[in-house]
């Protein structure tokens, strides 16, 4: 992460978006040094949970062996099985022996999603996840998370836009929580052009953040280029200068 990059954006953040939460960068490395940040889990743990802390400044690193969540591992890539009866769990159940969540229809439909859903290996033994002021220069950023509010979530989704003549530059992929700030981002950052990821629609995973929170997750060559447009683009207009105002009202209480 350079330096200078990391500051600069600081800095317009808090012209444009006023006293809105920095966003938080992701990425795999081997760097043993990381482990430090590894946190033990008991019982059943979501990274979406676990990443609170990390909001609040300080960084997370992961590995399957700390990862407890089975959904989590996997849209990480640390593994591509799934639990016994998964397509039971995610449907309707079976009664006397897996509770259904009821996310979709039948076990079916849910064969098949997973036979669509994209997956891979984690490069890296380690996941990282760093509040953006805490970036250094040597934290080779993947993807850039946002949980934001739904007026500064429109400033993202449309600066996302704003040199794009796709209507789907961002998308809104079916998924865990976890996996639409990590698998679908990710792998976005490998498509040309890549494409912004909105999510933090998954039930399971919504009592973990405030009420009004919504995740917004972009590879780290498309943020770039947000970050450069910022300075052009609907940010400097009367418009957004009355959407700012209400941020701050929101924000402030």
């Keep these: 992460m350079d330096a200078q990059f990391r500051d600069r954006f600081i800095t317009l953040w808090a012209k444009y978006f006023g006293e809105a939460e920095l966003p938080i960068g992701f990425y795999y490395t081997k760097d043993e040094a990381c482990a430090r940040h590894l946190r033990p889990t008991i019982g059943h743990a979501c990274l979406i949970g676990q990443l609170g802390q990390v909001r609040k400044g300080r960084p997370l690193c992961v590995s399957g062996d700390s990862v407890s969540c089975f959904g989590g591992k996997r849209y990480l890539g640390f593994r591509k099985e799934v639990i016994p009866d998964f397509e039971y769990f995610l449907s309707c ?6 509770i259904g969540e009821r996310y979709k229809k039948s076990p079916q439909i849910v064969r098949q999603a997973m036979a669509n859903q994209a997956s891979f290996d984690a490069p890296a033994k380690y996941a990282v996840f760093k509040r953006w002021d805490k970036l250094e220069e040597s934290d080779p950023v993947a993807v850039v998370i946002f949980f934001a509010i739904p007026d500064v979530l429109s400033g993202l989704f449309t600066l996302a836009n704003f040199d794009e003549t796709d209507p789907y530059a961002v998308i809104a992929p079916f998924g865990a929580g976890c996996g639409a700030i990590t698998l679908y981002p990710y792998l976005e950052k490998d498509r ?9 629609f998954d039930i399971s995973a919504r009592p973990f953040v405030p009420a009004s929170t919504i995740s917004f997750a972009t590879p780290m060559a498309k943020f770039a280029r947000m970050v450069e447009n910022m300075g052009e683009s609907f940010l400097t207009t009367k418009s957004w200068a009355r959407v700012r105002r209400r941020i701050q009202n929101d924000l402030r209480g």
């Excluded at 159940?93 to 897996?98: E, F, H, N, R, T």
């Design 93 to 98: 159940g079976i009664p006397g022996k897996v």
């Design 192 to 200: 040309n052009p890549p494409r912004s990821v909105i999510g933090m």
